[in-house]
Nanobody, 115 residues
Framework: QAQLAESGGGLVQPGGSLRLSCRASQRFFGTYVMGWYRQAPEKQRELVAT???????NYAGSVKGRFTISGDFDKDTVSLQMNSLKPEDTAVYYC?????????WGQGTQVTVSS
């Protein structure tokens, strides 16, 4: 069972920046998608951004222009640069890797945007 390890969460003031990183515990081959989702208290988990092998990216409308996803598929790592953070970005952020019918999840990292 593959494991995903996230790092980079924390507390930041509104308007600040954070960078999240995620690394898979094993190598994957072929076509797959890595990405980030988030879940705020009492809300459903939602997509933040994904990147596929080949480079195609997808962003939630609420983060477009503020967040940038990047991936290194030779190392099975994915990062999320988050700028201009807002209080409504506060959530647990989960790394994901989807290959075929399987989806792997990280344990999550807390991001809190507050003054």
């Amino acid at each position: 069972q593959a494991q995903l390890a996230e790092s980079g969460g924390g507390l930041v003031q509104p308007g600040g920046s954070l960078r999240l990183s995620c690394r898979a515990s094993q190598r994957f081959f072929g076509t797959y998608v890595m990405g980030w989702y988030r879940q705020a208290p009492e809300k459903q988990r939602e997509l933040v951004a994904t990147i596929a092998t080949g480079g195609r990216t997808n962003y939630a409308g609420s983060v477009k222009g503020r967040f940038t996803i990047s991936g290194d598929f030779d190392k099975d790592t994915v990062s999320l640069q988050m700028n201009s953070l807002k209080p409504e970005d506060t959530a647990v952020y989960y790394c994901s890797l989807r290959i075929g019918a399987q989806t792997f999840w990280g344990q999550g990292t807390q991001v809190t945007v507050s003054s």
